[in-house]
């Protein structure tokens, strides 16, 4: 049973910066992709990054490139976005998970993929 926990979130101003952390319980694939997502509201779940688990190619939206950075400690079993340059649009609930298989980049980032979802941790950006 895989379990995803995430940490890291909180209260920031624009311009601040947060790491999130994801925690991964269990055996997961070094053959699938780890994604993080966000949801604010009223809107649907969106994705933010995400990084193939065996060969660590990472992709972002266009809305936070330049600013976000996704990592994996494959030592630790956690995988991490680094948000920088934090701007109000960026708040939201952000969520990790894991889907099987070796594609990873945005054309893959239907939630509907991804079986294994973290609880989620709230990030808030006050201008």
């Known amino acids: 049973q895989v379990q995803l926990v995430e940490s890291g979130g909180g209260s920031v101003q624009t311009g601040g910066s947060l790491r999130l952390s994801c925690a991964v319980f269990g055996y997961i694939s070094s053959s699938g992709c780890m994604g993080w997502f966000r949801q604010v509201p009223g809107k649907e779940r969106e994705g933010v990054s995400s990084i193939a688990t065996g060969g660590g190619s990472a992709y972002y939206a266009d809305s936070v490139k330049g600013r976000f950075t996704i990592s994996q400690d494959n030592a630790k079993n956690t995988v991490y976005l680094q948000m920088n340059s934090l701007k109000p649009e960026d708040t939201a609930m952000y969520y990790c998970?894991?889907?099987?298989?070796?594609?990873?980049?945005?054309?893959?980032?239907?939630?509907?993929?991804?079986?294994?979802w973290g609880q989620g941790t709230q990030v808030t950006v006050s201008s």
């Open positions: 998970a894991f889907r099987y298989g070796p594609y990873c980049s945005s054309d893959y980032w239907n939630t509907k993929r991804f079986p294994h």
